[in-house]
């Protein structure tokens, strides 16, 4: 029984110290720090949040990968290497590029090539200025990686320093953060069909404190248990409004 109990303590011991920890910084193409990119390790289904300074920190093995994301720029995925575990890494997020669809311009023709042409021109002209302003406008799909049905794995610790705000978000950003990290699966176990999720959330967030998640941008698990809390007792209240 000794022995038994000297080995278990072993390899809970083992276990333990070969846990180890990956840091880094996530910036844009620019060089602007970006917060609250999305750290996933493949492996493990452990995720975190990069602050408001674009710093993280994950647990991580050899040979694991580390799949960021955020919206509007391109998924990136980093390959765990041994000399990452003593220095520090620094991660590029490459901005997505926005392709406008083709659209079939529709004009009057006079029969006059030349001014046909202008004509045609200038309808083009006038299309693609309407498509890019309705770009920048719009927000992005809220989905991007969809975790398991009310999965959230908060970053250890305080993490760092947010003495320097880089990013602040508002009603709809944070509105998008909750559907992404609880998932759509969470919203619909609870009986809500898809179209009512969106409403549903703002709801929820009615009775929030989220100044500090306004302020810096990004959530924190504190606010997630918040959340799941409430909602589990205003679904029948949000019913009763439909």
């Known amino acids: 029984m000794k022995k038994t109990l000297i080995l278990f ?10 846990q180890e920890y990956i840091f880094g910084k996530i910036t844009s193409e620019q060089n602007i720090e970006l917060s609250g990119v999305l750290i996933l390790n493949t492996r493990t289904d452990e995720k975190t949040y990069s602050d408001s300074d674009g710093n993280f920190m994950i647990s ?24 990452d575990f003593k220095n520090s890494i620094k991660i590029t997020l490459i901005k997505s590029v926005v392709e406008i669809e083709e659209v ?12 046909d042409a202008r004509r045609v021109e200038s309808v083009r002209k006038v299309k ?8 920048i406008t719009q927000k992005s799909d809220p989905l991007i990686l969809k975790p398991k049905a009310g999965e959230f794995v908060q970053p250890k610790g305080e993490g760092f320093s947010v003495g320097k705000v ?20 969470y919203f619909t176990d609870l009986g809500l069909k898809k179209s009512e ?12 404190d989220l100044k500090n998640a306004y302020k810096y941008g990004y959530l924190k698990g504190s606010d997630i248990a918040q959340f799941r809390k409430q909602a589990e007792t205003k679904i029948n209240d949000f019913r009763k409004l439909k």
């Open 104 to 115: 079939e311009i529709k004009t009057k023709l006079t029969g006059n090539l030349r001014e």
């Open 197 to 208: 999720i969106s409403s549903f959330i703002f709801h929820v967030m009615s009775s929030l």
């Open 166 to 185: 880089s990013s602040k978000a508002d009603r709809i950003d944070l509105a998008e953060d909750f559907l992404e990290i609880l998932g759509e699966d």
């Open 128 to 135: 693609l200025n309407k498509d890019i302003a309705k770009y």
């Open 9 to 18: 303590l072993f390899i809970i011991s083992h276990s333990v110290h070969a």
């Open 60 to 83: 991580a093995k050899n040979n694991d990968a580390l799949r960021f994301v955020k919206q509007k720029f391109d998924r990136f995925t980093y390959s765990v290497k041994p000399e």
